[in-house]
T-cell receptor, first 112, second 112 residues
Framework: QKEVEQNSGPLSVPEGAIASLNCTYS??????FFWYRQYSGKSPELIMS????GDKEDGRFTAQLNKASQYVSLLIRDSQPSDSATYLC????????????FGKGTLLTVNP | DAGITQSPRYKITETGRQVTLMCHQT?????MFWYRQDLGHGLRLIYY???????DKGEVSDGYVVSRSKTENFPLTLESATRSQTSVYFC???????????FGDGTRLSIL
């Protein structure tokens, strides 16, 4: 059973701070990694994709991937109250497997 | 650009009834997926499809049936609804194996 683990939170940060969200995965041959944001009562929305080791930045968001450690993270700089949501880590396995495995999500609260 | 559309958005039915949830995408994406989301369980894969007429079971497929006669449609049927199938159902699609997938707005299903 391929697993994706996230801290459930809640993670609470003050407005303007950096929020750090972490994810580990068990399938060593995983190739593609995604972060989704889900507001309460809404559907998951893609915010970042990352495919190779290192950092990928998009605005206030930075995704970090370390395949050797089987670890992927999401940093949110200058956190805003509108960033308050559940963040889902999703991992695509290698080979012929085309199913995304999702973590259960981390609830982030940004306090004004 | 309509994207991916789920219908109905809300449905209330009784145990034992047959229910069909519709999913339609305008992108001509090859891959389509059905998930259910429940508190404490995260997103769980019900069924998935790599192309028209190709479907596979996910981790929680018992009690559900799918078909995919056309690329753009992927209906999910609960053959005889049970209370344990009360959930929020999300349909998703993506163009190829390694690209991120995008979600519909979801169907909130209550079975009394």
């Amino acid at each position: 059973q391929k697993e994706v683990e996230q801290n459930s939170g809640p993670l609470s940060v003050p407005e303007g701070a950096i929020a750090s969200l972490n994810c580990t995965y068990s399938d060593r041959v995983s190739q593609s990694f995604f972060w989704y944001r889900q507001y309460s009562g809404k559907s998951p929305e893609l915010i970042m994709s990352i495919y190779s080791n290192g950092d990928k930045e998009d605005g206030r968001f930075t995704a970090q991937l370390n395949k050797a450690s089987q670890y992927v993270s999401l940093l949110i700089r200058d956190s805003q109250p509108s960033d308050s949501a559940t963040y889902l880590c999703a991992v695509l396995g290698g080979g012929s497997n085309y199913k995304l495995t999702f973590g259960k999500g981390t609830l982030l609260t940004v306090n004004p | 650009d309509a994207g991916i559309t789920q219908s109905p958005r809300y449905k209330i039915t009784e145990t034992g009834r047959q229910v069909t949830l519709m999913c339609h995408q305008t992108w001509s994406h090859s891959y389509m997926f059905w998930y259910r989301q429940d508190l404490g369980h995260g997103l769980r894969l019900i069924y998935y499809s790599a192309a028209a007429d190709i479907t596979d079971k996910g981790e929680v497929s018992d009690g559900y049936v799918v078909s995919r006669s056309k690329t753009e449609n992927f209906p999910l049927t609960l053959e005889s609804a049970t209370r344990s199938q009360t959930s929020v159902y999300f349909c998703a699609s993506r163009p190829d194996r390694d690209q991120p997938q995008h979600f519909g707005d979801g169907t909130r299903l209550s079975i009394l």
